[in-house]
C-alpha cells in the first residue's frame, strides 16, 4: 500500500514498523547506539530497466532492501504490485529481520518489489520481466545463495522464482549452490513440499499453540478448542486459503465470511472454503456464488461478530475508522501489516488480542529456510532414513504381536510402519517452531511487567536476539 493511502489513515506503514520498535527500545531500555542501529535499513537498491512489450518499450522499476546482514543471507520476498515503493520494501524488510529473530531462523532481513501488475502481461511477457529484474538484482549483489535469498510474495509464486533462480544458473554455471539463490521455487525444481501452504499452514499452528493455553485464551473471553469457532477471513489468496481450509478441515472451524476484492460472502453455517477458492479460480470474483450471502462493501465484514479475524491481504486494512467497530476478540495477522498503528492501540485499549505478523505469519519464512538448507545439502529430507524406520516400525510391530498374541490393527500398523517423508518433516518442523516462538512470546508478555500484548513481546524477543548479535560481534 502506497505512503499516499496511508497518510490518510496516519503513519506509514514504515512508521509503523519503527513505532513499534522504538516502543520496544524504551521498554528494554536498550543503548541508544544499538537501537539506531537497528532502526536503520543497512542497504537498498533501485533499479530501473527497459523490456521490449510487443513493439512498444516499457520501463519498469523496482528494489530491493537489505534491513540487517547481521545474519547471511539475508531473507525476504518479492513482490510484484502496482503500490510497490521504496518505503514499503524497507518497512518490510525491516520486518524481516524481526520475524526471522521470533522464530529462530538464522537469516537477516530483506525484501524487493517491483512495480507492476502481473495480470496485465502474458506469461512469456512476464517471463522476460522477471529475469531481467533478476539480472539486475544479481549484477548489483542483492540475489545469491550466500547473501541474499529471495521467496515469493504477493503477485509472485513459484513460476517466477523458478525464472529467477533459472536466470542465476545461466550467470554463474559453476555455483554448485545455484538452487538456492531462492525459495518458493517449483519442488519439480528445487523446491520443498510444503512450502506453498506454508504462511497459512503457519497460521494455524499459532492458533492451535495459543489454544492450549488456557490462561491465555481467558485473556480473549474464549473458551474451549477451536472446533466450532466462527472464522472470519480477509483474503483468499494462497495464506488465507491455506489457513481457512485447514482451519475448516482439520480443526473443525466454522469460516461464517470470506472477504475478497469485489466484495463478501456470509453463512453462519460456514462456508466450503475449497468450494469457494473454485469459483474465485473460475469467476475472478465472489459475487454470484450460490451458497452464501453477498455484501458488496465487503470492509464492513471486517466488523462482523466472530471468534477470531484473520486479515490475510494488505496492509492497513484495520484503521481508525473501523477498528472501533471490530467485533472478533482475537485477531490474527496472516498478511504483513494488516492493522495500522493507531488501530492497533484502539483494538488493545478494547481488549482485542493480537497475534503479531511478525510471528503469526513467519511459517513462509521457516519454511524457505528449510528448502535453502535442502538445497544446500544436495538431499531430500527423509531420505536417509525412511526406510530405516519403516523397518524399525515392522519390528515394534512384530513385538507387540509376538508377546501379546494379538494382530494389530491394520490402521495402527500402517502408521506404526510409514517412515517420514519430506512433506511430514516439514510440516513437523514448522509445527515444532511455531510452537516454541509462541511459548516464549507467551512467557515474555506474563514475565515482563512492561510489556501488555503479545506484538510488543515479539519486538521485546526479536530486538534483544539481533542487539545481542550485535554486541557479541562489536557492532
Known sequence: MSDTKFAQQGMSFRESVEHMVDHAIDIMELEEGIGNALKVCQSVVQVSFPIDIEGKIEMFTGWRATHSDHRLPSKGGIRFAMMVDQDEVEALAALMTYKCAIVDVPFGGSKGGLVIDPRKYT?????????????????KGYLSPATNVPAPDMGTGPREMGWMVDTYRQMFPNDINYMGALTGKPVEHGGVRGRNEATGRGVQYALRELFRHPEE?????????????????????????HAA????????????????????????????????????TETGGVKGYPHAEYREDGSKVLAFACDILIPAALEGVITTENAPRIQAPLIAEAANGPITFEADKILRERGVEILPDAYCNAGGVVVSYFEWIRNLNHVRFGRLDKRFHEARGQHIIQAIEES????????????????????????????????????????????????????????????????????????
Open 245 to 280: 481450509h485447514f482451519l475448516q478441515t482439520e480443526d473443525g472451524c466454522l469460516i461464517t465470511a470470506i472477504i475478497e476484492r469485489d466484495g463478501a460472502l456470509i453463512n453462519e453455517d460456514g462456508l466450503d472454503v475449497q468450494s469457494v477458492r473454485e469459483y474465485i
Open 123 to 139: 506469461a512469456k511477457q512476464l517471463e522476460a520481466i522477471t529475469r531481467r529484474f533478476a539480472r539486475e538484482l544479481i549484477n
Open 217 to 241: 485464551i481467558k485473556r480473549c473471553g474464549l473458551s474451549g478448542s477451536l472446533s466450532g469457532k466462527r472464522v472470519v477471513v480477509q483474503g483468499l489468496g494462497n495464506v488465507g486459503y
Open 404 to 475: 501379546t498374541g494379538h494382530k494389530v490393527p491394520d490402521h495402527l500398523a500402517d502408521e506404526l510402519a510409514r517412515g517420514a517423508d519430506e512433506f511430514d518433516l516439514v510440516r513437523s518442523g514448522l509445527d515444532d517452531t511455531m510452537r516454541l516462538a509462541l511459548q516464549e512470546i507467551i512467557r515474555t508478555r506474563n514475565e515482563n511487567p512492561k510489556v501488555n500484548d503479545y506484538r510488543m513481546a515479539a519486538y521485546v524477543i526479536a530486538i534483544e536476539k539481533v542487539a545481542r548479535h550485535y554486541r557479541d560481534i562489536g557492532v
